[in-house]
């Protein structure tokens, strides 16, 4: 379930940076000794180590050492104390953590210094590799609309030569004119120069329903701390600012003019304020504290802006609450109280709350459905089961249907409950090649088009939309990326664990690789916090996979590919089996 929902306004760009090789020294050293001879002789890559901004950035005089060294420099200690649950720590490195102490800067100089100079046989192989990953990045640029159709607009960014933010515009969808007229949502950049922070990073933006005004979070100068902006649209030259919010987490409106967010504590969100931006006199309410701390609260509204869901989640146990949008100065309304191991998300759709949850002693979540005014769990129905191995990755309902993006053995999928009979509920085929599938914003219940991408660590990320009334799948990405496969082969294997338990395996190589065992490989596994190993698409993988390499990427116990179950078989007392 989506908790933060927001205008899909991103750029999905990416770049190799300079310092590549401090993260990847090692493998990179692994892959010369496989594949590099006769480089000894290899002038120093300069460009690996050398400080933007040049002699004159903050740490541009210690790069300036003498880069001769005969061992990896040693980090002094000072003795400091920190006190962590009532206990006294020496932490003699605690002053790595201050920017502004200049040994800092000379110590990473060092280290730094101390790679190139270990390195320094790799160079020539060093620049190759940076040339190959920023031919082979190229692909990982989605060439699909970076767009969102939001009611009678759509909207989009744009990127203005000498400005350092981007700028959120939208355009008319019921016009004729072959230039429809623009208008500036929000101009970054002004909203800096006005506020003057001296950097700053947008978090979530928020269209209100009426489409009248925005609300925007912004990182600042401080650090994980955000700002609230509530922005009326519409000014010729630039959007006009009603309301600033200090130390906010997230916001969400209930209807045009009032808007609840949340606010932190120690970094730990556990308050919701309720505000009404078009008082004179605001005075912001407080509609929810969580006390305990395990338990961190968001807001989100569902897709049918019905009601603004209060979400107060732990690592294992949820509660949530609604907030009517027709009723939006009433109290908050408990759907289900708390329940230690239960999970439950909620979205609404013709008077129904669509719950997904793992409730009556499943491990996986399944989905289930209740009316408005019966919300407790002995009202649940059940609309689709848990399925054992699987995983729901995320919900969507629309008023074509509800639409689940799944897990099935680790593999991605797509389950549609249609809206009046959810007996008649279907899958429908995805490219065997996908591994990672991510839902798009599908922002509004009235789109016909459920939309998403799909990736693997082969193939870039290719966005593809699914049209519900005809059931057929549109792929979004006008640049074709199949040339990529066909160079390497993917298997999907398992291995037999030591306490007799099948682990899958997906295993990927070129495909004129001889397997007789020979290969160099590189396994990937995580199997913590229910996360699945990553297995986006990313360069540098194709440049092991070029020289022969073999991939193999281990979805473990602990991790979430295989569900929830999955999981708690490797956490606490079952950790070993990860």
Same mark, same amino acid.
């Given at each position: 379930?989506?908790?933060?929902?927001?205008?899909?306004?991103?750029?999905?760009?990416r770049?190799?940076?300079?310092?590549?090789v401090?993260?990847?020294?090692?493998?990179v050293?692994q892959?010369?000794n496989?594949t590099?001879?006769?480089?000894?002789?290899?002038?120093?890559?300069?460009?690996?180590?050398?400080?933007?901004?040049?002699s004159?950035?903050?740490w541009?005089?210690?790069?300036?050492?003498?880069?001769a060294?005969?061992?990896?420099?040693?980090?002094k200690?000072?003795?400091?104390?920190?006190?962590?649950?009532?206990?006294?720590?020496?932490?003699p490195?605690?002053w790595?953590?201050?920017?502004?102490d200049?040994d800092v800067?000379?110590?990473?100089?060092?280290?730094?210094?101390?790679?190139?100079?270990?390195m320094?046989?790799?160079?020539?192989?060093?620049?190759?590799?940076?040339?190959?990953?920023?031919?082979?990045?190229?692909?990982?640029?989605?060439?699909?609309d970076?767009?969102?159709?939001?009611?009678?607009?759509?909207?989009?960014?744009?990127s203005?030569?000498?400005?350092?933010?981007?700028?959120?515009c939208?355009?008319?969808?019921?016009?004729?004119?072959?230039?429809?007229? *623009?208008?500036? @949502?929000?101009?970054?950049?002004?909203?800096?120069?006005?506020?003057?922070?001296? !950097? /700053? =990073? &947008?978090?979530?933006?928020?269209?209100?329903?009426?489409?009248?005004?925005l609300?925007?979070?912004?990182e600042?100068?401080t650090?994980?701390?955000?700002?609230g902006?509530?922005?009326?649209?519409?000014?010729?030259?630039?959007?006009?600012?009603l309301?600033?919010?200090?130390?906010?987490?997230?916001?969400?409106?209930?209807?045009n003019?009032?808007?609840?967010?949340?606010?932190?504590?120690?970094?730990h969100?556990?308050?919701?304020?309720?505000s009404?931006?078009?008082?004179?006199?605001?005075?912001?309410?407080?509609?929810?504290?969580?006390?305990?701390?395990?338990?961190?609260?968001?807001?989100?509204?569902?897709k049918?802006?019905r009601?603004?869901?209060?979400?107060?989640?732990?690592?294992?146990?949820? *509660?949530?609450? @609604?907030v009517?949008?027709?009723?939006?100065?009433?109290?908050?309304?408990?759907? !289900? /109280? =708390? &329940?230690?191991?239960?999970?439950?998300?909620?979205?609404?759709h013709?008077g129904?709350?669509?719950?997904l949850?793992?409730h009556?002693?499943t491990?996986?979540y399944?989905?289930?459905?209740?009316p408005?005014n019966?919300?407790?769990?002995?009202?649940?129905?059940?609309?689709?089961?848990?399925?054992l191995g699987?995983?729901?990755?995320?919900?969507?309902?629309?008023?074509?249907?509800?639409?689940?993006?799944?897990?099935?053995?680790g593999?991605p999928?797509i389950?549609?409950?249609?809206?009046?009979?959810?007996?008649?509920?279907?899958?429908?085929?995805?490219?065997?090649?996908?591994?990672?599938?991510?839902?798009?914003?599908?922002?509004?219940?009235?789109?016909t088009?459920?939309r998403?991408?799909?990736?693997?660590?082969?193939?870039?990320?290719?966005e593809?939309?699914?049209?519900?009334?005809?059931?057929?799948l549109w792929?979004?990405?006008?640049e074709?990326?199949?040339?990529?496969?066909?160079?390497?082969?993917?298997?999907?294997?398992t291995?037999?664990?030591?306490?007799?338990?099948n682990?899958p395996?997906?295993?990927?190589?070129?495909?004129?690789?001889?397997q007789?065992?020979?290969?160099p490989?590189?396994?990937?596994?995580?199997?913590?916090?229910?996360?699945?190993?990553?297995?986006n698409?990313r360069?540098?993988?194709?440049?092991?996979?070029?020289?022969g390499?073999?991939?193999?990427?281990?979805?473990?116990?602990?991790?979430?590919?295989?569900?929830?179950?999955?999981?708690?078989?490797?956490?606490?007392?079952?950790?070993?089996?990860?």
């Open positions: 379930m989506k908790l933060l929902r927001s205008l899909r306004l991103l750029h999905n760009k770049t190799i940076t300079g310092l590549f401090d993260s990847w020294s090692g493998l050293r892959i010369c496989r590099l001879s006769g480089c000894q002789n290899a002038h120093v890559g300069q460009r690996w180590h050398r400080p933007e901004g040049g004159h950035s903050r541009g005089h210690y790069c300036s050492l003498s880069s060294t005969t061992g990896p420099p040693v980090a200690k000072k003795v400091e104390y920190i006190c962590i649950h009532g206990h006294r720590v020496e932490d490195y605690r790595m953590q201050c920017p502004d200049k800067w000379k110590y990473i100089a060092e280290e730094n210094m101390y790679t190139t100079s270990v320094k046989d790799t160079s020539e192989f060093q620049e190759k590799l940076s040339d190959e990953m920023q031919d082979w990045s190229s692909l990982d640029v989605m060439s699909g970076d767009f969102e159709v939001i009611g009678n607009y759509v909207y989009y960014t744009k203005m030569v000498g400005s350092d933010y981007p700028v959120y939208r355009s008319p969808l019921d016009t004729d004119e072959d230039n429809p007229p *623009e208008e500036v @949502v929000l101009d970054v950049n002004h909203l800096v120069d006005t506020f003057g922070y001296q !950097q /700053a =990073r &947008v978090g979530v933006l928020k269209l209100s329903p009426g489409a009248t005004h609300a925007v979070t912004m600042t100068d650090a994980d701390s955000y700002v902006h509530v922005v009326m649209m519409g000014d010729e030259d630039h959007p006009v600012y309301d600033t919010i200090q130390d906010i987490f997230n916001i969400e409106w209930v209807t003019d009032v808007i609840l967010y949340t606010k932190a504590e120690n970094l969100a556990c308050q919701v304020w309720r009404v931006i078009s008082h004179p006199d605001r005075n912001d309410e407080l509609l929810y504290q969580e006390n305990d701390d395990r338990f961190f609260v968001d807001v989100s509204h569902t049918d802006r009601f603004v869901t209060i979400n107060s989640n732990s690592k294992t146990t949820s *509660e949530v609450r @609604v009517s949008s027709s009723c939006p100065m009433g109290e908050a309304q408990l759907v !289900q /109280a =708390r &329940v230690e191991g239960m999970e439950y998300y909620v979205e609404h013709g129904k709350f669509y719950i949850t793992n009556g002693g491990a996986d399944k989905l289930t459905c209740t408005v019966a919300m407790s769990s002995s009202e649940w129905t059940e609309v689709v089961p848990a399925r699987g995983r729901v990755v995320d919900i969507d309902v629309f008023h074509q249907g509800c639409v689940l993006a799944e897990k099935k053995g593999v999928a389950t549609v409950v249609p809206p009046d009979s959810t007996k008649d509920t279907y899958s429908f085929k995805l490219p065997s090649w996908a591994c990672v599938i991510k839902p798009g914003a599908n922002s509004t219940a009235d789109s088009g459920y998403f991408s799909l990736a693997s660590p082969i193939h870039p990320e290719v593809y939309e699914f049209h519900l009334p005809t059931k057929q792929k979004q990405t006008t074709d990326s199949s040339t990529v496969l066909e160079h390497y082969v993917m298997h999907r294997l291995a037999l664990s030591q306490d007799g338990t682990v395996v997906t295993v990927f190589h070129k495909k004129d690789v001889v007789d065992g020979r290969s490989l590189l396994v990937y596994a995580y199997g913590a916090y229910g996360e699945d190993v990553n297995m698409f360069p540098e993988r194709l440049a092991l996979l070029e020289r390499w073999v991939l193999a990427f281990c979805h473990v116990r602990g991790g979430g590919e295989l569900g929830r179950q999955w999981y708690h078989n490797g956490r606490l007392l079952n950790k070993e089996t990860s």
